[in-house]
């Protein structure tokens, strides 16, 4: 069974814009991270936010936790091509156990 | 910069033959999963184990999934026999959970291309 939800599906944007994702789930976290897969290959860890905090930065990502409302939301500031990727948030209930959404495919356009 | 190895990147197979997929976890990371990912869906835990043992199996098609990690380092997940709905990636992760620093990240294989025919 799937946790996470990603919202929207597919989003395609212009280089140098911003790119928001967004992520639901239904029960509570240790931790929930967002994962990166380019087309056909393994998937790469971005940012792990914990459920006691609201915020977190890294590079051009900026990640956000809102626990009251089991969601997160992931920004790519100044997005460019090589953003060309599908976006997991994955949640972490207990033990590593990770259960992944389905996904947001960003195209980003040169 | 370590990596987690998978072997075969592709495999086709017809329908009713065995399968085995290999990985090799970054050295030191005692925990070790297998995922599976459809075409156009997230990854679904399939096995994870902590040095030699299953943590949890709960996802894994017994009936004709099996995995191991014998030294408690490498790991086999072999199917047997492929069904075509068995057609997806087989992604493979390592983590140094319980281990410290770190430890909650998962860090992917390649991941193998089944294809069943």
């Known amino acids: 069974s799937q946790q996470g939800e990603e919202d929207p599906q597919a989003l395609s944007i212009q280089e140098g814009e911003n790119a928001t994702m967004n992520c639901s789930y239904k029960t509570s976290i240790n931790n929930l991270q967002w994962y990166r897969q380019n087309s056909g290959r393994g998937l790469v860890h971005l940012i792990l936010i914990r459920s006691n905090e609201r915020e977190k930065h890294s590079g051009r990502l900026r990640v956000t936790l809102d626990t009251s409302k089991k969601s997160s939301s992931l920004l790519i500031t100044a997005s460019r091509a090589a953003d060309t990727a599908s976006y997991f948030c994955a949640t972490d209930l207990s033990q590593g156990n990770l259960i992944f959404g389905k996904g947001t495919k960003l195209s980003v356009k040169p | 910069e370590a990596e987690v190895a998978q072997s075969p990147r592709y495999k086709i197979t017809e329908k009713s033959q065995a399968v085995a997929f290999w990985c090799d976890p970054i050295s030191g990371h005692a925990t070790l999963y297998w995922y599976r990912q459809i075409l156009g869906q997230g990854p679904e835990l399939l096995v994870q184990?902590?040095?030699?043992?299953?943590?949890?199996d709960s996802q894994l098609p017994k009936d004709r999934f099996s995995a191991e990690r014998l030294k408690g380092v490498d790991s086999t997940l072999k199917i047997q026999p492929a069904e075509l709905g068995d057609s997806a990636m087989y992604l493979c992760?390592?983590?140094?959970?319980?281990?410290?620093?770190?430890?909650?990240?998962?860090?992917f294989g390649p991941g193998t291309r089944l294809l069943v025919l």
């Open positions: 184990f902590q040095d030699e043992s299953v943590v949890d």
């Open positions: 992760a390592s983590s140094s959970l319980g281990q410290g620093f770190d430890q909650e990240t998962q860090y």
